[in-house]
């Protein structure tokens, strides 16, 4: 079952337009997300992250937005750069070990 | 600042045969974390060390699945015997404290067993 849910598998955008990737959680006893990049061959790093106390933070190009009634959060990369070709991993917590979806590959294109 | 080392980086191995995977958390990091990755998967958690204690295995597969942190430093996870689905990276992570979430990644250990 689960739980950090990301439907896109991959996503393609031209360089300098908006990245927006997309995550659904089921669990409602979740309070805390956060947003991971991975490069090939590296681990993930941590981008940015959100408190359900919150329905938007912002961190220069990038901005991620909840949605609790939803169960949804969104990630917006504005303007999008070819070093933010990477594969994008939603996770979420409450209290609890941090649930990772599956990851939406992005692919900046020049 | 050094981040987290892991070794080695790649390892093969055939089913039934025994892996040890060690790790180097960010100096000072209390919490160290092991996460498995299969293919076309988030990772996911295995075991939560805080200093030398474990916080959470409930999904560590103890029965060929074993990890320590002896020293409250690195820690070692090893899998002994080893079976195909167990083909994966092992992601170990560290945290400043308890129930940090923005969590520091190593590089990984990619494991084939055939």
């Known amino acids: 079952d689960q739980q950090v849910k990301q439907n896109s598998p991959s996503l393609s955008v031209q360089e300098g337009r908006i990245s927006i990737l997309n995550c659904d959680y089921t669990?409602?006893?979740?309070?805390?997300f956060l947003w991971y990049k991975k490069y090939p061959a590296e681990g993930p790093t941590f981008l940015i992250s959100i408190s359900s106390i919150k329905d938007k933070n912002e961190d220069g190009r990038f901005t991620v937005f909840l949605n609790k009634s939803a169960k949804h959060l969104s990630l917006h990369i504005v303007p999008s750069q070819p070093g933010d070709s990477a594969v994008y991993f939603c996770?979420?917590?409450?209290?609890?070990?941090?649930?990772f979806g599956k990851g939406t590959r992005l692919s900046v294109i020049a | 600042e050094a981040g987290v080392a892991q070794s080695p980086r790649y390892k093969i191995i055939e089913k039934r045969q025994s892996v040890a995977f060690w790790c180097n958390p960010i100096?000072?990091?209390?919490?160290l974390y092991w996460y498995q990755q299969i293919l076309g998967q988030g990772p996911k958690l295995l075991i939560q060390f805080q200093n030398n204690g474990v916080v959470d295995d409930s999904q560590l597969p103890k029965d060929r699945f074993s990890a320590e942190r002896l020293k409250g430093v690195d820690s070692t996870l090893k899998i002994q015997p080893a079976k195909l689905e167990d083909s994966a990276v092992y992601l170990c992570a560290s945290s400043p404290g308890q129930g940090d979430y923005e969590q520091y990644f190593g590089p990984g250990t990619r494991l084939t067993v055939t």
């Open positions: 996770a979420a917590s409450g209290n609890t070990p941090l649930v």
């Open positions: 100096s000072g990091h209390a919490t």
């Open positions: 669990n409602s006893m979740f309070d805390y």
